[in-house]
C-alpha cells in the first residue's frame, strides 16, 4: 500500500476500540491464558516498558514497519524479534517518551520525526515480569535506520501488505523459556518467525488496521 492512501486512511484510527484480548488470544500459547490468571499477583508488581510500531515510506513510497532481532545473550529475550523499545527510565515522563527514545537507541529514528497515533493494549511477559506498552506512530519520510549494535542483531523492515496477507499467519514449534517444546501460532515476516509477546501486539495492530485499509 502506498504510503499516502495509509497516512489517509490511518487517521482514523484514534476512533476505533481496542480488540484486546479478542486479538490477543488469538496468538497466545496454549498454556499462556491458564498462566495470566495465576500471575495477577506478579503483574502488579511489573516493571514497565514502552515499545513502538513505527509505520514509514519505504523508497518506493510503500508502507513498512519495522522490527529487530535483539542480540544473543543469557537473557529470556535472547535472539528474539520484537519491537524498537525498552525500559521505563527515570529519567522519562511516561512510557511514550520510553518508547520514543528507546525507538531512536535501537534504530536512530529521532523523537521529533514519529507522530504517536495510538496507544494499543498492554502485554504482560511472564519470563521477565515485564508488562509493556505499546504505541503505533508514524515518520511521513524513509527513516535512515542507525542500528544499536550492541543490543540489535538485525532490523527488519516489514511491508504492510505481507503482515495483513493471511498467509503470514503460521504454527510453530518453539522451546519456551521454561524449557517446554509448544506449538504456538505466530507471523513469519520476512523469513523471521515472531512469536508470543510481540505476536499478541502485531495481532492487536492488524484487527485495527484491516477495516480501515
Known amino acids: 500500500m502506498r504510503f499516502e492512501e495509509f497516512l489517509k486512511s490511518v487517521s482514523k484510527i484514534k476512533n476505533i476500540p481496542l480488540p484486546a484480548e479478542t486479538s490477543h488470544f488469538k496468538m497466545v500459547p496454549p498454556f ?3 498462566l ?11 516493571k514497565h516498558a514502552g515499545v513502538l510500531a513505527l509505520f514509514y515510506p519505504d523508497k518506493n513510497e510503500q508502507t513498512n514497519f519495522v522490527l529487530i532481532l ?12 520484537a519491537f524498537p523499545g525498552g525500559k521505563l527510565e527515570a529519567q522519562d515522563t511516561s512510557l511514550e517518551e520510553t ?3 528507546e525507538t531512536f537507541e535501537e534504530v536512530g529514528v529521532p523523537t521529533d520525526r514519529v507522530k504517536v497515533l495510538k496507544k494499543i493494549s ?17 515518520t511521513e519520510k ?48 520476512n523469513n523471521y518467525v515472531v512469536w508470543g509477546a510481540t ?3 502485531l495481532s492487536e ?9
Do not use: C, W
Request: proline letters at 7%.
Open 205 to 213: 495492530i492488524k484487527d485495527l488496521l484491516k477495516p480501515l485499509l
Open 32 to 34: 499462556r491464558q491458564e
Open 122 to 138: 498492554q502485554v504482560y511477559i511472564p519470563p521477565s515480569n515485564f508488562y509493556v506498552q505499546p504505541f503505533i506512530g508514524i
Open 99 to 101: 518508547a520514543l527514545r
Open 70 to 81: 535483539r542480540n544473543t545473550y543469557k537473557g529470556v529475550h535472547s535472539a528474539q524479534v
Open 36 to 46: 495470566l490468571k495465576k500471575q495477577q499477583e506478579a503483574i502488579k508488581n511489573a
Open 142 to 189: 524513509t527513516p535512515k535506520f542507525i542500528k544499536q549494535d550492541d543490543e540489535v542483531e538485525a532490523l527488519i523492515e516489514v511491508p504492510l501488505q505481507h503482515f495483513l496477507d493471511d498467509t503470514a499467519l503460521i504454527t510453530k514449534t518453539v522451546k519456551t523459556s521454561y524449557s517446554v517444546e509448544v506449538e504456538v501460532p505466530a507471523f513469519r515476516l
Open 199 to 201: 505476536a499478541m501486539m
